[in-house]
């Protein structure tokens, strides 16, 4: 077991205690009488608790500084997944999850993004990624594109108020707040980003395919759509040429995952790194949510990029 996994195993340890010890307090979330909506990482939750509010209880399965990829999920947590009234996630992200819901969850699974047209998944890495990148139908990392989370949204509400109609008011509205901060969210990177110096964006893990479309970006991975592939010599020396003959400056590394990768090509080339977050789960002990950290992205893209 890798350290981080072994991390996220004992983080889940004691997450599954804490919402133990809660169930019984007679104060907390858990009382609500309506749907129980287990999601599969933090964008999935952010959505969930958009629409539903008080009205329903949501289970993130993917605790606080857990990189959501290589997610193990715990007895307890695969019992939650049978026992909700829907569960959310991306097939293909995360194989645990993906394996669970076939066994247990088929029947109240919602695919958030069945209702998007998806990228294709393009695939770096030539020898040694244990990851089966090659079964993925689509890349998953659709959350990137606020548009997208709307979309999310909006299936979320309809199967929500089909499962408890007495909410479906409030699941409408909670839906249309989404819609408009989205919509704000995206306007602001729109005008934030229409004048670059440079469209091409160096990336350490390959995340970012949805907001490079929406924005007129170009993404040129390090590494593959999983995080922890490793890049081979070749391929660094590959990305090393291309931020030397386009110009780039700065190499986006993120959060949750060791950045060496990125460090080694800016240490190579001369350029800046900078922290762009793919939003996959949120820091230990962190007090931002999806629209500040997409807004934290647009600042740090805006710098790296030399966006007017
Ligand atoms: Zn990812």
Redesign the pocket.
């Known amino acids: 077991m890798r350290p981080a996994a072994f991390v996220a195993l004992t983080a889940l340890t004691g997450l599954v205690l804490a919402a133990c010890a809660g169930s019984g307090d007679g104060a907390d979330s858990t009382d609500s009488d309506g749907p129980t909506v287990v999601a599969a990482f933090y964008p999935l939750a952010y959505a969930a608790e958009r629409i539903g509010g008080d009205q329903i209880f949501v289970v993130d399965l993917t605790p606080p500084g857990a990189e ?2 290589d997610l193990e999920l715990s007895p307890s947590q695969v019992a939650q997944i049978a026992e909700a009234d829907l569960v959310l996630y991306i097939p293909g ?1 995360q194989p645990a999850i993906d394996e669970a819901i076939t066994q247990v969850a088929s029947d109240h699974a919602l695919d958030v993004t069945a209702q998007i047209p998806l990228l294709p998944a393009e695939e770096h890495i030539e020898d040694g990624d244990e990851h089966a990148d090659e079964e993925l139908s689509g890349d ?2 659709v959350w990137l594109n606020p548009l997208n989370m709307s979309i999310i949204g909006q299936e979320i509400r309809d199967r929500l108020s089909a499962i408890d109609k007495t909410g479906a008011d409030a699941f409408a509205s909670g839906s249309a707040e989404l819609d408009a901060s989205m919509a704000a969210l995206n306007t602001e990177w729109l005008v934030g980003t229409a004048t670059c110096r440079s469209r091409d964006l160096v990336v350490s ?1 390959e ?1 970012f395919a949805y907001l490079a479309a929406q924005y007129n970006f170009v993404q040129v991975g390090i590494a593959g ?3 922890e592939a490793e890049p081979s010599p070749a391929r660094l020396a590959d990305i090393a040429d291309f931020v030397r003959a386009n110009d780039v400056t700065t190499i986006y590394y993120e959060t949750l995952v060791d950045p060496k990768v990125a460090q080694t090509v800016a240490e190579e080339t001369g350029a800046a790194t900078a922290v762009l977050d ?1 939003i ?1 789960g949120l820091a230990e002990g962190s007090t931002q949510d999806y629209v500040t950290l997409m807004q934290a992205n647009l600042a740090a893209v805006q710098a790296g990029q030399g966006c007017a």
Do not use: F, N, Q, R
């Open positions: 959501p990829h992200l998953p990392h893990h995340a759509i999983s995080p793919p996959e």
